[in-house]
């Protein structure tokens, strides 16, 4: 697939009227039969998540730090095989795991010391590439860095307006 010819009529358009360029994502979670769940509206589909184990939930679903994880896995990936498509990058394989650390203490409020929500969080990047030269990963792994909506987001979090309505 030729990354830069899909994409260059969509630069092109962006570069013509910016405004185009700016969307907004939607999602949507709402009440399910039990408290420690909730349906996921993306507006394409709809998941089912539930509270972790370690705080009430059942365990086998999906729990928000999982899909918080999940975005940043699959935005990494998808992000990485389009650079090295888009570069020319020949690769066997890319594959991307994420994990994070976090106290429940605190999401349970046991503890003022420990944090709600996650400590760290690492991204492991297999990249298996072996026509690939050294310039080339480098510029890879800066311009997945760079361009990974995900992984930028969470660096640089942008400010929470948060809105409630009784209805």
């Excluded at 010819?5 to 962006?14: A, E, V």
């Excluded at 509206?41 to 998540?49: E, N, S």
């Excluded at 059942?58 to 899909?67: P, V």
């Amino acid at each position: 697939m030729d990354i830069r010819s899909l994409q260059r009529p969509l630069k092109d358009g962006y570069r013509q009227d910016p405004a185009r360029s700016r969307i907004t994502l939607t999602a949507r979670g709402s009440q399910t039969d039990a408290p420690i769940a909730c349906s996921v509206d993306l507006g394409r589909q709809i998941y089912k998540a539930q509270a972790h184990k370690g705080v009430g939930g059942s365990g086998t679903g999906a729990c928000s730090g999982d899909l918080l994880l999940g975005a940043l896995a699959a935005c990494a990936q998808i992000t990485c095989q389009m650079v090295a498509a888009a570069m020319g990058i020949p690769t066997e394989g890319i594959d991307v795991t994420v994990e994070g650390d976090l106290d429940l203490q605190g999401t349970l409020g046991i503890s003022k010391e420990a944090p709600v929500g996650f400590e760290s969080i690492r991204v492991l990047f297999n990249v298996r590439a072996p026509q690939a030269t050294a310039e080339q990963l480098t510029a890879l792994q800066s311009k997945t860095e760079q361009y990974c909506v995900v992984m930028q987001t969470l660096q640089h979090p942008p400010k929470i307006e948060n809105k409630w309505a009784q209805g």
